[in-house]
């Protein structure tokens, strides 16, 4: 079945320490985003890309990293820049500009 | 830019009731309004959308209303059953400097009472 798969489910980091977050998609779809959710708010834009090799910073990309080497993936990177990283992180993919996006199943970052 | 504006943010029915959920957006231009659905702890699901050529659809208990004069547009949820309860975001798409991306209102958080 075709889907987006966000990987892993819970994730711990110390404090200083980078971490990838992982999301892949067999939807062929073009364009891929990132997004994060706080406790009782809504979806925040980290970064997005539209095409392989290129992506564009949403409204809170300090502190956070992305690449889009592959169709099918588009991990982001966490920081030690971004100072509040603890969050529910959401990906998520569109098959062209005329449908809505397919969402994963989230990545919860928690900082120890 | 698109802005979008959801209200109400929390939301108490009884099962069986009807709950409504409003958004508005500020871009003539956009022209997708799709609705998601997010249970705890998971992704938002598309429930249903609507684009600007039509003024309602509906999907079994599930309707979205749409007025293009005044922006808005409207999620009505009928004959509420508890595993309607989760958050709901609303969402218009922009064609300008975003390349086409979605606008998520803030969300509603539906609780139904048995």
């Known amino acids: 079945d075709g889907g987006i798969t966000q990987s892993p489910k819970y994730l711990f980091r110390k404090e200083g320490q980078n971490v990838t977050l992982s999301c892949e998609q067999n939807?062929?779809?073009?364009?891929m985003y990132w997004y994060r959710q706080d406790p009782g708010q809504g979806l925040r834009l980290i970064y997005y890309?539209?095409?392989?090799?290129?992506?564009q910073k949403g409204d809170i990309a300090e502190g956070y990293s992305v690449s889009r080497e592959k169709k099918e993936s588009f991990p982001l990177t966490v920081t030690s820049a971004q100072k509040n990283p603890t969050a529910f992180y959401l990906c998520?993919?569109?098959?062209?500009?005329?449908?809505?996006?397919?969402f994963g199943s989230g990545t919860r970052l928690t900082v120890v | 830019g698109e802005n979008v504006e959801q209200h109400p943010s929390t939301l108490s029915v009884q099962e069986g009731d009807s709950a409504v959920i409003k958004c508005t957006y500020s871009?003539?231009?956009?022209?997708?309004f799709p609705w998601y659905k997010q249970e705890l702890g998971k992704g938002p699901q598309l429930i249903i959308d609507?684009?600007?050529?039509?003024g309602e659809k509906k999907d079994q208990r599930i309707a979205v209303t749409l007025n293009k004069t005044a922006k808005h547009f409207s999620l009505h949820i009928t004959e509420t059953q508890p595993e309607d309860s989760a958050v709901y975001f609303c969402?218009?798409?922009?064609?300008?400097?975003?390349?086409?991306?979605?606008?998520f209102g803030k969300g509603t958080k539906l609780s139904v009472k048995p």
């Open positions: 998520a993919s569109r098959a062209g500009v005329d449908y809505g996006y397919t």
């Open positions: 609507i684009r600007s050529n039509v």
């Open positions: 969402a218009a798409r922009n064609y300008g400097g975003s390349q086409g991306n979605l606008i």
């Open positions: 890309s539209q095409i392989v090799n290129d992506f």
């Open positions: 871009d003539s231009a956009s022209n997708y």
């Open positions: 939807l062929n779809h073009d364009a």
